[in-house]
């Protein structure tokens, strides 16, 4: 039944012929798996060593350039040069827009820096206080056309020259005391107000309201939203 295996000169037993050539339909030939994945793989072939150095080189070459020298921010584009603005009749006076309130710190600190600054040249400033009169804010707004202001702002000869900051610069480069050149003298503290710029009204007594006996009880219209009047002594007239 079993062939019997064949016998060398060497004495060593070898399989027959027939069994050197055997293969089964059932499976893949191996051999001809490894001789095409072989043939495949020759095909493609490999970037060498040199030419990946090259571009690890490249690439860190230009990542160095690039954090080297950054892209320069665009610069902001300069705002739209102010009109000139002026202050009808105010052409003899100085006169500063500011409030007395310390609800904002910065504010209050620039109100008083530049009130500071004026009183130093002992000339005589018509402080309008906005705390104390509502109706110096619908004033600024309608001489500067502006809905969002910043205090303070200060006007010298009718003209508007700016708030803390340019008070600041031409008071430093002596700019500020030419052009206060030639205005008034103040005369110190008023007696009658005491340097506040306002009194009590006098029809109401602060309290915004008269009594007639034709029509009773009716708001006063002599003073302001606090009761109060400017002073007849030291304040310019409400323009």
């Known amino acids: 039944m079993w062939r019997s295996w064949v016998n060398s000169p060497g004495g ?5 012929a027939s069994y050197k050539n055997f293969s089964c339909s059932s499976f ?5 798996l490894c001789k095409e994945e072989n043939h495949c793989s020759s095909n493609l072939k490999r970037p060498s060593i040199f030419h990946r150095v090259r571009v690890v080189t490249s690439v860190l070459r230009n990542w160095s350039s690039t954090q080297a020298n950054p892209e320069p921010n665009p610069k902001p584009e300069p705002e739209p040069p102010q009109p000139c603005v002026s202050l009808t009749g105010g052409d003899q006076s100085v006169v500063v827009y500011f409030t007395s309130l310390r609800v904002v710190r910065k504010t209050f600190e620039d109100c008083s ?20 009169d509502a109706g110096f804010l ?7 056309g502006r809905k969002k202001l910043s205090l ?6 009718g003209r508007y020259v700016g708030g803390a900051e340019e ?6 480069t002596g700019e500020l005391k030419k052009l206060l050149g030639g205005f008034p003298v103040a005369a110190g503290v008023c007696d009658e107000c005491g340097g506040y710029r306002f009194m009590l009204c006098e029809n109401c007594d602060g309290s915004r309201k008269v009594y007639s006996e034709k029509i009773g009880f009716r708001i006063c219209t002599a003073c302001n939203e606090n009761g109060l009047i400017r002073c007849p002594s030291c304040s310019y007239v409400h323009l």
């Open 12 to 16: 060593v037993q070898t399989a027959p």
């Open 28 to 32: 893949k030939d191996i051999q001809s």
């Open 113 to 132: 820096t530049v009130r500071s600054i004026l009183r130093g040249f002992r000339v005589k400033v018509d402080e309008r206080d906005l705390s104390m």
């Open 138 to 144: 619908d004033e600024l707004k309608g001489i500067l």
């Open 152 to 157: 303070p702002r200060v006007f010298i000869g």
């Open 167 to 172: 008070i600041r610069q031409l008071h430093e």
